[in-house]
């Protein structure tokens, strides 16, 4: 299809005026098909993009260029009409003056290349939780990422041509070619010259000069959180960085757990969990987001709004996440910035089979034992989410699956608890609103320099957070049967003792908890109520076969009084960031606090 094809004019001229500013040599209208994937394959192999892998099969491997390895959170900007609403947490520009930066950079910059108009659906196409996007680029690359990480179809275009709303996602790696110019294998543009911008009201997104990641796949980060997350206030759902899982009980009752970490918290390892709990099953909904709605039947339905995983691939492993690596096994992946091994296979660090050479992520030979990374830390695979061996058969059900239960947690070494039940869905907000990572250890006994993450949120919500923690606050206060809301929980695998050693065995075994947490939302499981929530009981979480000694559980399962003392104040300094925009609710929540551990 072309462009003078399209029948509503209103997506007609959209594209032309970009069509018209960027000048690209020829414009493609995205179908989705396999055939159209395996030429933006081909072709990103023939420029010298793409390596066809001998393993996984039907793979490929690319590396990009060395200062475009990542998000730029520093080049991320809320465009909203008045700075207020970007609030604290966000890089605010005004939305004119960063249209007419923009207009600039986009002049002719796809000159000598194709633009691509992806349609695609965050979300099973039928779902009534599902949102459209087009996004226009002049990347194969994204093209093919895109193909894999959402749901790319002439089903959409048809729909937005009958009217449907869609996110105008424009994105460009910022790199015209003159006519006899050669082009490289990964072009993008200076850091300086790198933008990745959002405009709530208008429900846009404009992405230039970076071909990596959520900075360029925009229906990553940018249109399922930050986009999204305005959409979900305006609308009254939620928009969030969560995993979904589907947990069974040897009984077969079956309980959906959304959970929020912060990075490098175990969140894709949970979801793919293998539990180590006989006759228990975890199955995976999805490992990064969950957008929320409630259902005709009053519970809080979720859909995992992704097609596919865009996993870290360093830490992951057969010990860490075997249901990736098989995942990833079956083939049909991208690996980006990995290592490639000589006789045709991937490679990153803490994989389980070390190679003695291969070719690191910028190109150098690499032996065993050099003392450099073969991958870089960022290193990404991008593979379907339906070659999951755990993948749940509800997974694209476009109803959604009910939430029983909200996770929230971070890397806290000292003071915070292994689990802690909400007290109620306030108490259980005002625990989602103090999500912390321990950046530095304190001294023994300390509490740590917190980083706060709310919800998971910190990069990700597209608004000002102290209106993000009133609209869950007014969501809960609006639900149409408050006792079929999700309960709460704050978990945390990461505590340690004195001498510096984990307390928990992690992975499988933190099926223990999900088990608790089970029981709590059927109204059982053993719990004490504490100054910070309600605690497993002693005897209350399943310990057999794990030999923890005595006072290793005391720590775990314990409230530490001085501890959480000393960390109020943080709290406070956390809170006084959002001034005026801090929901009442919240600080009477932390008062309560401070007087229930003054006790």
């Known amino acids: 299809m072309q462009l003078t094809d399209l029948k509503n004019p209103a997506l007609k001229s959209w594209l032309q005026e970009w069509a018209d500013l960027c000048t690209p040599d020829q414009v493609v209208l995205c179908d989705g098909s396999q055939q159209e994937y395996d030429g ?24 990009s260029e060395l200062s475009d390895v990542a998000r730029v959170e520093d080049r991320t900007f809320i465009c909203s009409e008045r700075q207020e609403d970007a609030g604290p947490t966000n890089h605010w520009k005004d939305p004119e003056e960063m249209r007419g930066i923009l207009t600039g950079l986009f002049k002719g910059c796809m000159k000598g290349r194709t633009m691509y108009v992806i349609p695609f659906s965050m979300g099973p196409v039928e779902s009534p939780i599902a ?15 895109m193909h894999l990480m959402t749901r790319v179809s002439a089903q959409v275009t048809a729909k937005v041509e009958a009217g449907a ?14 006519e006899s110019q050669a082009d490289v294998p990964w072009p993008c543009a200076p850091i300086e010259r ?69 990075s490098a918290c175990g969140k ?24 929320m709605k409630f259902g005709p039947d009053g519970r809080l339905r979720a859909i995992n709004p992704e097609a596919g995983f865009f996993g870290v691939a360093p830490g992951t492993s057969m010990k860490s996440n075997p249901n990736a690596m098989r995942t990833i096994q079956k083939g049909n992946a991208i690996f980006t910035n990995t290592a490639i091994t000589l006789d045709g296979g991937v490679y990153w660090e803490d994989m389980d089979q070390v190679p003695e050479e291969c070719v690191d992520w910028q190109r150098r030979p690499w032996r065993k034992g ?69 950046m530095t250890a304190a001294a023994i006994g300390g509490a740590g ?81 504490t100054a910070i929530g309600n605690l497993p009981a002693a005897d209350g979480l399943d310990l057999a076969g794990l030999a923890i000694p005595e006072e290793d559980k005391q720590i775990l399962l314990s409230v530490d009084k001085p501890g959480w003392l000393e960390v109020l104040p943080q709290i406070e300094a956390h809170f006084a960031k959002f001034g005026g925009h801090l929901p009442k609710a919240l600080a009477d929540q932390l008062a309560a606090l401070k007087a229930r551990l003054q006790k």
């Open 40 to 63: 933006c394959c081909n072709l990103l192999v023939k420029v010298g993009t793409f390596i066809k892998l001998d393993a996984p099969a039907n793979s490929y491997h690319c590396r």
């Open 131 to 145: 949102k459209f996007g087009m996004e226009i680029t002049d990347s194969p690359y994204v093209v093919a990422n």
């Open 165 to 178: 709303e869609f996110v105008k996602c424009v994105h460009s790696v910022g790199a015209p070619l003159a």
């Open 194 to 262: 790198k933008y990745i911008t959002h405009f709530p009201e208008s429900r846009e997104i404009i992405s230039f000069g970076s071909g990596y990641g959520g900075n360029a796949l925009l229906g990553k980060k940018c249109f399922a959180l930050r986009i999204a997350s305005v959409q979900a206030r305006d609308e009254g759902w939620l928009a969030e960085h969560m995993l979904i899982l589907k947990l069974t009980s040897p009984q077969g009752v079956v309980k959906f757990v959304a959970a929020a970490f912060p």
């Open 268 to 291: 894709t390892n949970l979801a793919m969990m293998e539990p180590t709990l006989p006759g228990w099953k975890v199955e995976t909904i999805g490992d990064d987001i969950a957008w």
């Open 370 to 438: 050099c003392g450099r990374k073969a991958a870089h830390p960022n290193a990404r695979f991008t593979v379907p989410a339906a070659q999951c061996p755990v993948i749940a058969p509800e997974w694209e059900d476009p109803a959604g699956v009910p939430i029983d239960a909200f996770l929230f947690g971070g890397r806290r070494a000292h003071v915070v608890p292994l689990a802690n039940e909400a007290l109620d869905w306030e108490h259980g907000v005002f625990l989602g609103a103090t999500m912390a990572s321990e």
């Open 449 to 529: 320099q917190l980083r706060f993450d709310p919800f998971a949120m910190l990069p990700f919500c597209g608004y000002h957070m102290g209106d993000y923690f009133a609209h869950w606050l007014k969501l809960g206060a609006q639900a149409p049967d408050k006792s079929k809301l999700p309960k709460i929980f704050y978990v945390n695998w990461f505590r340690k003792n004195a001498s510096g050693k984990w307390l928990w065995p992690g992975f499988g075994d933190n099926s223990r908890v999900l088990k608790w947490i089970f029981d709590r939302c059927n109204g059982q499981g053993k719990a004490v109520p």
